[in-house]
């Protein structure tokens, strides 16, 4: 069985792999074919984002109505709580530590896979996103636990993903939550609200 694990924030990328993953099918047209995912579980990070009860909130939400194991791992570090609206929204190597943790996750679990959202639209602010990262992460992953990363929305813009997700999958993208800041509606300011206003149209 192929068992992957998805890092999981409840935003649109991962909400949008997520519902790839549970699906039959993938691909489309001549090139759609079996789904090789037999069976995925979601994981969440706290580690002490501004958005936190926001962000899981809404991640728990969707993987509830949609049946979907979903894991929790807090990270106490404090160089990765930071204000991502006023100030720089780059955490420091948060992507590797993600990664590096769910590959120990995955091991354990008997996991061969872990499925990271990374888009086009994130290559230009964050550096672990871009391609050469993600295969430098993938073999070093394969190389520490066996097990593969896989960044299938590397080559598509969120504004695909929004439109894809509604038309593919019937997605309703007010469940998700993508705002940095912790307030009860979205700041409309910070740079995941820009991306994520754009890409809906909004």
Same mark, same amino acid.
């Given at each position: 069985?192929?068992?992957?694990? %998805?890092?999981?924030?409840?935003?649109?990328?991962?909400?949008?792999?997520?519902?790839?993953?549970?699906?039959?099918?993938?691909?489309?047209?001549?090139?759609?074919?079996?789904?090789?995912?037999?069976?995925?579980?979601?994981?969440?990070?706290?580690?002490?984002?501004?958005? %936190?009860?926001?962000?899981?909130?809404?991640?728990?939400?969707?993987?509830?109505?949609?049946?979907?194991?979903?894991?929790?791992?807090?990270?106490?570090?404090?160089?990765?709580?930071?204000?991502?609206?006023?100030?720089?929204?780059?955490?420091?190597?948060?992507?590797?530590?993600?990664?590096?943790?769910?590959?120990?996750?995955?091991?354990?679990?008997?996991?061969?896979?872990?499925?990271?959202?990374?888009?086009?639209?994130?290559?230009?602010?964050?550096?672990?996103?871009?391609?050469?990262?993600?295969?430098?992460?993938?073999?070093?992953?394969?190389?520490?636990?066996?097990?593969?990363?896989?960044?299938?929305?590397?080559?598509?813009?969120?504004?695909?993903?929004?439109?894809?997700?509604?038309?593919?999958?019937?997605?309703?993208?007010?469940?998700?939550?993508?705002?940095?800041?912790?307030?009860?509606?979205?700041?409309?300011?910070?740079?995941?609200?820009?991306?994520?206003?754009?890409?809906?149209?909004?």
């Amino acid at each position: 069985m192929n068992r992957a694990i %998805l890092l999981y924030s409840g935003g649109i990328d991962s909400t949008y792999l997520l519902h790839e993953l549970l699906a039959k099918t993938v691909g489309s047209g001549s090139r759609q074919r079996k789904n090789p995912v037999d069976e995925v579980a979601c994981l969440s990070f706290n580690y002490g984002q501004p958005h %936190l009860d926001k962000e899981l909130g809404a991640a728990k939400r969707i993987t509830d109505g949609l049946g979907v194991e979903h894991l929790f791992e807090k990270l106490d570090f404090p160089f990765l709580r930071q204000d991502m609206v006023g100030g720089d929204p780059v955490g420091p190597n948060r992507n590797m530590i993600f990664i590096s943790v769910a590959g120990a996750i995955a091991k354990f679990r008997g996991s061969n896979m872990i499925f990271i959202g990374c888009t086009q639209s994130d290559y230009g602010v964050f550096p672990d996103c871009r391609p050469s990262f993600l295969r430098s992460a993938d073999e070093t992953l394969m190389g520490a636990v066996g097990v593969s990363l896989i960044s299938p929305l590397v080559g598509m813009k969120k504004s695909d993903i929004v439109a894809d997700g509604r038309k593919k999958h019937g997605i309703d993208w007010a469940e998700t939550w993508s705002c940095y800041s912790g307030d009860d509606e979205p700041c409309g300011e910070c740079l995941a609200c820009q991306e994520r206003n754009n890409a809906l149209g909004d």
